[in-house]
């Protein structure tokens, strides 16, 4: 989610927002997007998307994957923790800061339960309970109580009931197994949703006393978590609508989107988010410029439904870009495409979800910032999108804008 300078790539943001906000007070309409195509296309499929039965044959399985902005990680089903692409601050936690085009074992642990990858860095949990995070650390994101840069996983704090991590650009939150959230970092925009107070957090910080949070979702300056009943909160920043709670503005505490609703599933990107209900019904809300909502038009300050679908199982976000995994086994992907991670051979941004490929065995799926990773039911791993630090894991620096196997050493 950063090119592994976190300064820079908030300096890009930060141009884009106030772009965004000059356009949405001159013309109240952003129409930012070069080349877009509305409505929804079909992609094609080239020899690299099918795959061939020998490179089938020859990867291990994957159980989850994770996609950062020049990095990727992936959990094989043995357990064992596999990282590649860019590694200036140590995000693939191989103990170096060297760049990797092809996955490199992070450790021999084969414990590794489920992993999430921010701008520049990346954590874990691991079948004990244990959270683990390496990378960059600039912005006090590792939880481990300084600022310093780690090159192999470090544990935060001591813990062993952590149920699951979500690792956004300079701040981090997770779940433990009974129910409470947590969250450290920065916290500028009120991200870590602990209140009034906007201090930075060098070590994790309870958020509310709740004991019924299910999942979280950390972006950029804003998180969204599921609770046990289904309602969706959101809190940090809301200057485009990234909140979905009408306001353009921020909040520091957890504030529920909508009432009486069912979410299944959130993610957040850089200023724009998207969940699923209970109905199979997919929706978006945020910043647009680029399409990343699935629909065209303005940013929205409160969730607009993507389509007419009601066959949507789960819903991956990223930087400008957004792609959904449907009931069929289909995969879609539609906002920004200036580097092919929309998967449809083409480098067209779309306002509306387009098609990868014909496959119909995509089980789940990450978005980093211009390249997607997808995992298949036989646990096969495909990447597409960029390429310049070797992070679709091919051996390569070379771009792919249709999805291209990746193969987990044996």
Known sequence: ????????????????????????????VVVLAIGVTAGTAAAGVDPAERGSLNAALAAPTVSSVAAGYAHTCAISTDGGL??????????????????????????????????DAGTSYACAVRTDGTLWCWGRNSSNQLGDGTSTNRTSPVQVGTATNWASVSAGDGHTCATRTDGSLWCWGRNRNGQLGTGAALADATTPVRVDTATTWASVAAGYAHTCARRTDGTLWCWGDSSNGQLG?????????????????????????????????????????????????????????????????????????????????????????????????????????????????????????????????????????????NNAAGQLGDGTLTQRSTPTQVTIPG
């Not at 170096?96 to 074992?105: A, G, L, M, Q």
Request: net charge positive; proline share 2%; with cysteine.
């Open 82 to 115: 596999w990282c590649w692409g860019g590694n200036s601050s140590g995000q693939l936690g191989d103990g170096t800061t060297t760049n990797r085009s092809t996955p490199v074992r992070v450790g021999s642990a084969n414990t590794w339960a489920s992993i």
């Open 245 to 385: 709670i009408g306001v353009l503005s921020y909040r520091t505490t957890p504030t529920q989107v909508g009432t009486g609703t069912t979410w299944t599933g959130v993610v957040t990107g850089y200023t724009f988010t998207c969940a699923v209900r209970a109905d199979g019904t997919l929706w978006c809300w945020g910043e647009n410029g680029y399409g990343q909502l699935g629909v065209t038009g303005p940013h929205r300050t409160s969730p607009v439904q993507v389509g007419s679908a009601t066959t949507w199982r789960s819903v991956l976000g990223g930087n400008d870009t957004a792609c959904a995994v449907r009931t069929d086994g289909s995969l879609w992907c539609w906002g920004n495409n200036s580097m092919g991670q929309l998967g449809d051979g083409s480098t067209t941004h779309r306002y509306a979800p387009t098609r990868v490929g014909t496959a119909t065995t995509w089980a789940s799926g990450v978005v980093g910032s211009y390249h997607n990773c997808a995992v298949r039911t036989d646990g096969g791993l495909w990447c597409w999108g």
């Open 1 to 28: 989610m950063s090119k592994d300078q976190d300064g820079w790539l908030r300096s890009v943001w930060r141009r884009w927002a106030r772009a965004v906000a000059t356009a949405v007070a001159s013309a109240g």
